[in-house]
Structure formats: structure tokens, C-alpha cells
């Protein structure tokens, strides 16, 4: 029984291996540059995030900022604004710049002098590219369904790896060590088998949340589980007011969202291009033991009234179990040393298919002649076998 199981489980991870290597040593590569993204942002496009900052000089309001950007791109539609708590930090505007949602021109503008201190298309960036690469491997809804399909493989292919890994009594030591001094071929494996069973736990996790994206049942599996029911649309109130926007509204919003939620972090104003709704503001707590938790203010587009509140602690359970399921994917969750973990893990499955294919070449090459040393003998070769005479 034991020996069938191995076998189906060898088999298994064979094929499954082959047909989704390429696409999982992407998207694990791909997932151990996105781990750092907000640590490396700022530092890969220094210009576009970071202003110097002089002693004693004031931020200009919003509103003016908004204005400078309205005037300089005139044909383009301010749909939101980030701004992030540090004070040498831009504040960046997006602009929609086409038909899709995702189509977004940023502009980065210094707080203090109102000057415009980068653009750049969205879709164009770095760690945009990156992501399409992790997600969809810039293939869009193809790309969805192939990184959906190769991640559930890659489920298969760990638990079938912990069946050929599982040790027995004559080989419990050599499954635990890497022989660091070993030839090629036994370091090999134990990069493939040892430091795959390490990491398992964590990799499983990591491919196990992925399937949210990839798949809406899952999504909508933990809203159903915890909530009893699939996740409902959520949509921005109504405006209050109808009269036009008055001068001063996003100061107005930004100073009122910090009076109501006093704590550090990235505030993003959404702009909905419908007069009638009202603008949604986020804001992430960075005083929040865990990652990824953000309160929700919507204020009249007009007059940047306070219309309602969504605040993470009146969230329903389904919804507090789904915020957790990006940071746990991301290793953001607890800070550095999950996303440490989180990055290892990464970079290692990334090994994995390279290290399995070395392994599957390996066997299929290996010669089935069996050397003959006849040291000190006389051999004499007969049409049905090789004797041997000293």
C-alpha cells in the first residue's frame, strides 16, 4: 500500500511539476521582489516620493496642490489622492488616462512649494509590472486562469513532496541535513527535498491565499463561512449637498480625517467621477498590532462634510478574516519578521522547479550499463555474457 501511494504521489509530482514549473518559479520570484515593495518604492524612485524638507516650512493645503495639477493636465479627470504620513513624503494624484479603471497617470507633487516632482503612467512602473507578472503574468484574464491552475498544482506538489520526503528509520538523519559537502547531485537533492520540507508550512500558507485572487468561489467561501452569506458591494454614499464644490473641500476632508482618526498612516481619498457620490477616504493604522487594518470616512463631494463612517471594528467577521488573508499572503502581517520569513520562503520555492528539473534530468540521462572492472584479468567477451578469467 505504502508503495502504491509512493508511486502515485512520485508520479503526481513529476508531471504536475513540469507543467506548472515555469509558472511557479515566476510568480515565487516575482512574490519575493513584492514583499519589500513599500521599503523599496521610495528608494527605486526617490524623486517621485521624497522631498527635502525645510525647518519651520508649512505644507500647502490641498486644495492649491490640486489646482497646480488641474492646471498643468487639464484634459485629465482627478479620480484620487495618497498621501503618506511621513512629512518628506509627496502627495501623489491619480488621473485617469483611460478607459479602464486601472489606467492611471500619477503625478507627484511636492507638499511645500506646489511643484510637480514626478509622472508616470501606472501600468508602466516597476513594482506594476511586477505584480502583472505575479498575478497574471502580464497576460490579463489568460494569465489569471494559467496562475489559478498552477497554483492549485502546486498545492498537489507539496503534499505529494511530503509523501516521497517522509522518512523512515534508516534515512531519518539524511532527511533533516543539507550535506553541504556532497557531490552535485546529492546537494542537489537536499536543496529540493530538505529545504522544500522546511519551508512547506509557509509556502503552502503563501499559495493557499493566493487562490482569493484567483478564484472568486474562494473569495466568496470565507464571507459565507464566518458572515453566512457571499460579500455585498459596497458603494459610496450619496452627497449630501448639490451645490458646486467649494473652495477648500480636500483640506477640509484631510483635516477632518485626522481629527477622526487620529492615528499615523497612508490616507487615500477616492474620487468618484459620479457628481452624485461622495468621496471615500481610507486611512491604514500604523499603531495596529497586525497589518492591513483601515477605517473608511465618506465626506460630501461639495462640502466636505462628514456623510458616514466605516470603521474596521464595526466590520463584519467575514471581512475582518478577508483583510487578513493579503497581509498573511504578503508576510506583512507582523512587520519585518514575517515579511523575512515571508521572502525566504519566496526565494526558495522559487528553487524548487530549477532543483526538480536537475533531479528529473539526472534520472532520465543516467546510464543503465553497468561498468565491468576486471583489474588484473584477462576478459573474453562470448555472444551471451562477458566472462571473467584470471
Known sequence: MKKTLKKIASQLHLWL???SGLVVFVVALTGCIL??????????????HVVNVVEGQRRLPLDILQRNVAQ????KKITRVSLEPDADRTVIFGLKSGKKEKDVFSVAVNPYNGQIAGTRQENDAFFHVVLQLHRYLCLEETGKVITGISCVMFLVIMVTGLILWWPNRKNR?????VKWDAKFKRLNWDLHAILGFYT????????????????????????????????????APANISLVPANAGTLEKIFTETNRQLPNPGRILMTIPEPDSLSITVSKVDDH?????IVNFLYFDKNEGQLISKRLYSSETTGMKVRRLVYPI???SLLGWPTKIIAFLSALIAATLPVTGVIIWLGRKTKSKKVPVRAV???????????VVER
Do not use: C
Not at 493557499?208 to 468561489?217: D, F, M, R
Not at 464566518?226 to 458603494?235: A, M, N, T, V, Y
Not at 495596529?288 to 492591513?292: D, K, M, R, V, Y
Open 35 to 48: 514583499v519589500f515593495e513599500d521599503e523599496l518604492e521610495p528608494v527605486i524612485n526617490k524623486q517621485f
Open 72 to 75: 498643468q493636465f487639464p484634459r
Open 17 to 19: 511539476g513540469i507543467s
Open 200 to 235: 512547506l508550512p509557509f509556502v503552502f500558507i503563501i499559495a493557499a491565499t493566493g487562490l482569493v485572487w484567483s478564484y472568486k468561489w474562494v473569495n466568496n467561501m470565507i464571507y459565507i463561512t464566518f458572515d453566512g452569506k457571499p460579500q455585498q458591494k459596497r458603494e
Open 288 to 292: 495596529a498590532a497586525i497589518s492591513n
Open 173 to 177: 538523519k539524511q532527511r533533516f541535513t
Open 329 to 331: 499572503h504578503t508576510g
Open 376 to 386: 588484473g584479468a584477462r576478459r573474453r567477451i562470448s555472444k551471451s555474457k562477458i
